[in-house]
């Protein structure tokens, strides 16, 4: 076959390099960008006098064919061409001849796979987005369901204090919603229209740039052509969000594998998303959070790879840029299907009151003694003191503060009494909290109500699926 460059050689290409430079392989998902592109710079063309009336419209009734063809066929989207820009080129001039010859007037396949690119991120962030809101209403739907149970909060993967599980579950999904906001940076990045940037230096066609931008939905247009044909910050701004995304999961399955094992027990995991065993009849293993945590060195990987991929390029395009895609999409893919793995995970989670309160008890109570010390006028450091002697004395008997009697007490400390001891419980650690962003009943009360605002400003009938919520 001919190649888009074929003018220029006298001899074919080699097998092995034109496959190896390729990208047809694996820039088909771009199909339906790069149509809607060529629509609109085919109708920008014919304002700009370049193209005429009759051959614009043979261009975009062939480019609507190409495109209905490749929608109801993905097996039509194939053959020996370079890349998907190549192919759909190909298609058109084999349906309308010369004026498909003309489409690439004052355009490159450099501003072409940016667009494409571009408009394909916008399109597939907010699907994944879509996902990230399933996942938050998931969380929160656990921790409805909590109710009031208490749980212990880690710090050191030691019991520190205790808090409702309601807040724990929050927990999760601030940080998810951050990942959201994160993709939304990356949309915004990717919304700027590149087409009129030619090869490197810009078009030398009267393009109504702004028009363009208008037409495919772009709010601004790029502002230097020497740096949009090169400019792949929108990609490494999603690879970013992805990355940090997968990092949250990773950190909510690591929770997840620990407090759904034996020795915790506080949640249980449904059969529907665990593994069993080929050897050990006893296993039920949570293979789906531990794939989670595992993919999410391979999607660091792709924003490492691709940081790397960009810092030593001159200015310019190079074609080094081609990574972006395999970068982009497999990110994509993986953060998908993570998110939806994890959600499905969230919502079989069962919770186990009894065994949360018990751990959520004992000496994690100890930074309440000493506040309730601090506020019968004692010192806070010296209240710590007082405590830590308390706690050693406890280890060592095996006992917690429940089992102090109010001698027991005085004899610590002349300002603790039975009144004191009675208020030494998980949940009156809880309900002491004052911030809105502490685990009081009340502030966790109010910040299931904003998610659930928040959720629902994003559902379209404010209910994704909350089946088990
Ligand atoms: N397949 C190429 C890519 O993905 C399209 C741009 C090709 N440009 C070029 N000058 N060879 O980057």
Redesign the pocket.
Known sequence: MTHL?SGRFDTAPDDEVFEF????GF?RCLFDDDVEGSLAWAEALAAAGVLAADEVAAICTALTDIRDRGRADSGFVEGPD????AFVERQLIERVGDAGKRLHTGR???E??SLD?RLYLRRRIAVLQRELVALVDALTGRAEAAGSALMPAYTHLRRAQPILVAHYFLAHAAAVRRDHRRLEIATEEADAMPLGSG?VAGASYAIDTAELAARLGFSRVVVNSLDATADRDFVSAFLHACAGTMVHLSRLAEDLVIFTSEEFGFFGLADAVTTGSSLMPQKKNPDALELVRGKTGRVIGRLTGWLTTMKGLPSG?N?D??E??EAVFDAEATAMRSVRATTAVVRSLTLDPARVETAASGLALATDVADLLVARGVPFREAHEVVGRMVRDLLAKNRDFASLSPEDWRRYHTRLDTEAAGQITARGSVAARRTPQSTAPDAVAAALLEVRGWVHERTAAGNVDSTSS
Not at 21 to 24: G, N, P, V
Not at 82 to 85: A, G
């Open positions: 460059w430079q390729a990208s047809f820039d370079e890349d998907i820009h490159s396949r450099n072409q796979v690119l090869a395009y074609k840029l081609q972006d895609k």
